[in-house]
């Protein structure tokens, strides 16, 4: 599985770390913004686009407070983003809301929470089951 990372100029030290991290951690993360994007919409919508063409991947963007990336995320068909700040809401909109994106802050989570936070994200599985209604009703909005 493919993780993707990207962050606007506020997000990128805190993506550093973490991707540094995943990769100690044998994840295959892939940086889509070696240089920072130029804000969080642009940085959101490069994840978007490799997901739609990668149905396994999943990807985390990062911006100052996370809410940013994750209403640009969120504006498209068939992505599920959630702005998460601990661990469990990161673990569990993955296996319940089959997430492919979590937004982090910067200024909202240290790295220590933030590695954590991420590593719960990118180990969870989906459920499935009654939670693909939800799914279903959430993709047919965009």
Known sequence: ??????????????????????VEENFQVIDLTESPAVDFVESANLIVQKLKKDEEGLGIAIDAYGAGSFMAANKYKGIVAAEVSDEWSAYMTR????????????????????????????????????????????????
């Open 95 to 142: 296996r319940h809301n089959n997430a492919r994106i979590i937004t982090l802050g910067s200024q909202i989570v240290g790295t220590e929470l933030a590695k954590t936070t991420a590593k719960a994200f990118v180990t969870a599985d989906y459920d499935g089951g009654r939670h693909q209604i939800r799914v279903d009703m959430l993709n047919a909005m965009c």
């Open 1 to 22: 599985m493919n993780l993707y990372l990207s962050a606007d100029k506020d997000g990128q030290e805190l993506k550093e770390i973490l991707k540094a991290y995943l």
